[in-house]
């Protein structure tokens, strides 16, 4: 459920960008993730938690992009360009292309647009260890549950 969260927050502070480079298109929006974090309800700054994220994005040129994101107390702390081969403790991996990501950046919900290129597949979220699967699960049927209530 956290890891959901965190993508789901961090995509949907995300605006259009006047850039050709995905990493520093994500990188300035990090800063205003982190400017509205305090808005979050503290149910929610209690899920984001301490997460350590693999972003892996096919760029258009076919290029492979990874990116480490780690978030503290809901914050994203760290978030870097890193190396194929750099090996760090992620609680997940999400993958995707260059295009859904900036499809994304370009949408006025980017919200929604996040959850349905997640549904159709064009995002992968994969929890990394059995806990973080169970999380996933669950925040998985709370994200269902909200979006049949009306929150998303």
């Keep these: 459920m956290k890891k959901i969260?965190?993508?789901?927050?961090?995509?949907?502070?995300?605006?259009?960008?006047?850039?050709?480079?995905i990493f520093n298109d994500l990188e300035i929006k990090v800063n205003?993730?982190?400017?509205?974090?305090?808005?979050?309800?503290?149910?929610?700054?209690?899920?984001?938690?301490?997460?350590?994220?693999?972003?892996?994005?096919?760029?258009?040129?076919?290029?492979?992009?990874?990116i480490k994101a780690v978030t503290e107390n809901a914050y994203v702390t760290t978030f870097e360009k890193v190396s194929k081969d750099t090996e760090f403790d992620a609680t997940m991996i999400i993958g995707s292309s260059e295009a859904t990501v900036r499809s994304i950046i370009d949408s006025d919900t980017p919200l929604e647009t996040f959850i349905e290129a997640k549904d159709n597949g064009d995002i992968v979220i994969e929890p990394v260890g059995f806990?973080?699967?169970?999380?996933?699960?669950?925040?998985n049927v709370v994200l269902k549950i909200s979006q049949l209530l009306g929150f998303i």
């Design 5 to 21: 969260i965190i993508l789901l927050i961090l995509l949907m502070l995300l605006m259009p960008v006047a850039s050709a480079d």
């Design 32 to 66: 205003d993730y982190n400017q509205n974090t305090e808005y979050l309800p503290s149910y929610l700054k209690s899920l984001l938690g301490d997460e350590v994220i693999k972003l892996v994005i096919v760029a258009d040129s076919g290029d492979e992009i990874y």
């Design 131 to 139: 806990v973080n699967s169970v999380t996933y699960t669950v925040a």
